[in-house]
């Protein structure tokens, strides 16, 4: 079987994990893969069976991408017996096409709203469309999340008739860290404190002035705690953040992006974690923290207590009040600490990108005995 999978809009971050993880652990056997896409695609090592498409002309600029997605793409497609769209913006109705649903940004009004009308607002307005019309016109789609399947189906009733499946993403053995014994906070000094943790872009959603306040108000109260910030800075947020950083330069360092392959030595280092993300379809900067074996105090929006469950405690991160008391709470008791970590940890061993590839490739090739049939 050939599979062509677009990977026009795939070009860094979590998407681009993705893919990479994906190929490296299925074994394709017989089958052949073909991927389209620009110069990102040399970050993707070479293997048998799978080709590589890359056409660095079409993507000099976001208008030449567009109108090569638009009018040319679907060439490149047909000649597979199925193609994959992990960036779920495409639509033929010629192309039998399996499609993929990776940002809630775009379907949660609330959450989309928290952007000032801008460039970004509208294009996430925009996107929405069509990934709606890429999710219509699809053989089938791949959801990461629970939570995003049944948000998008109830937001799109007409989709829940179309064939699909959930399929959570993996996790890289590099995070992986036995839980540490827990200590008192009493025995925390400000030239050995509780080290606090938060990886995350920082945007709009995820609220890390809140836990910058929150942080602040321990502090005045003598708890002996830091705080490392580590992401890439929106740039529209820059003043905002820096103002809450204003007075914190002892106990709150911010490292901005960090190479992916650096960040598990963060996690190692770090005594608990925060993750006060309002908007995600699968969080995988949770399942991060929670394979590094550490106690984790999480937002309770979105898909977050579907993938901790109990394993940690829960905050509205769009409050101080609220992260703070619980914060307090997670520190003052180092056996419920101990207990949330090992649990987070088990259920972090649930994540693979061999059984996240195994997933994925099984459903795609489900499609075309499906199709044969009519």
């Known amino acids: ?25 299925f074994d394709l056997g017989t089958d052949t893969i073909v991927l389209i896409g620009g110069s990102w695609l040399n970050t993707i090592e070479a293997q048998k069976n799978v080709q590589k498409v890359i056409l660095e002309n079409e993507f000099q600029s ?43 940004l775009v379907f949660e009004n609330k959450e989309r709203n928290r952007f000032p009308k801008s460039f970004t607002w ?16 699809a053989e089938g789609i791949i959801y990461i999340s629970e939570y995003a399947k049944n948000y998008i189906e109830n937001k799109y009733p007409e989709l829940k008739n179309k064939k699909s499946t959930v399929i959570y993403h993996g996790i890289s053995d590099d995070f992986r860290q036995v839980p540490k014994e827990q200590k008192p906070i009493e025995t925390y000094t400000r030239n050995a404190p509780f080290k606090l943790l938060y990886v995350s872009i920082v945007n709009y959603y995820k609220h890390q002035w809140n836990v910058i306040d929150a942080v602040k108000k ?27 950083l204003i007075g914190t330069e002892d106990y709150i360092f911010y490292k901005g992006r960090v190479a992916y392959d650096e960040i598990s030595a963060s996690y190692k280092n770090a005594d608990m974690f925060i993750f006060a993300s309002t908007c995600e379809n699968m969080p995988n900067i949770l399942v991060e923290a929670m ?16 993938i901790l469950k ?65």
């Open 1 to 25: 079987m050939k599979i062509a999978i677009d990977a026009t809009n795939i070009k860094a971050g979590g998407g681009l994990t993705h893919l990479k993880r994906i190929i490296e652990y």
């Open 62 to 104: 976001i208008i030449k991408q567009e109108l090569f997605k638009a009018f040319k793409l679907k060439k490149y497609l047909k000649g597979a017996d199925i193609a994959f769209i992990p960036g779920g913006t495409f639509s033929n109705r010629k192309v039998r096409y399996v499609s993929m649903s990776q940002n809630m």
């Open 122 to 137: 509208l294009r996430y307005l925009l996107l929405e469309r069509l990934q709606v019309r890429s999710f219509k016109n």
């Open 218 to 244: 321990l502090r005045s109260r003598g708890y002996n705690i830091t705080l490392e910030l580590i992401g890439p800075l929106y740039e529209p947020l820059r003043r905002k953040f820096e103002t809450a």
């Open 291 to 306: 394979s590094a074996g550490l106690p984790i105090l999480c937002s309770n929006f979105g898909p977050m207590p579907e």
């Open 310 to 374: 109990d394993a940690g405690v829960y905050m509205d991160p769009t409050s101080v009040d609220s992260i703070s008391a619980n914060l307090e709470k997670i520190l003052v008791n180092k056996e419920n600490r101990q207990e949330i970590a090992q649990k987070a940890y088990t259920y972090s061993l649930e994540f693979s990108w061999k059984k996240t590839a195994n997933e994925t490739f099984d459903f795609i090739k489900e499609i075309i005995p499906v199709q044969n049939k009519t």
